[in-house]
């Protein structure tokens, strides 16, 4: 084995625990309210992140998971435990005409690139649709169910 390779695999076995240990400590940052609220409102979920982040200079936690049976989720928990929005991407296809035909009169030369359905805990569902602008910047703009727009990001 050349020096260099023995150097290059040290390397990596030095690193390489450093990163479990960061992804871990992400996952183990979640208050246990905030994993409480996701395991009651998904049972047998498996949580794959979780951050702090503030959203209208309030603390909320972002919570990646995967349900048991594997769909993959995203929820923002308040962080005494109350969900306050469960994002799923979904196929265009399953988006309300009304979403798409609004999306497609207020960006007409855009194409979406994803969808997500939000439910809120109120049940209130909106569509997220993901596009590039013509310098390929990404954005996002929310709809209602009727195509009433929301918001862009």
Known sequence: ???RTAFIL????????????????AKADCPSAVKEAVLKAHPGAKVTGCKEEKEKGKTQYEV???????????????????????EEVVPESSVPPAVMKAFGAKYSKMK???AEKQ?????TVTYEIAFKDAKGKKHEA????DGTFVEEE
């Open 142 to 145: 929310t709809f209602k169910e």
């Open 1 to 3: 084995m050349s020096s």
């Open 119 to 123: 439910t809120k805990a109120d049940g």
């Open 64 to 86: 990646k998971l995967a349900t048991k049976e594997n769909q993959k989720l995203e929820m923002d928990i308040s962080p005494d435990g109350a969900v306050l929005v469960t």
């Open 112 to 114: 979406a690139a994803r």
């Open 10 to 25: 040290a390397c990596a076995m030095l690193v390489a625990p450093g990163l479990a240990v960061a992804k871990t400590a």
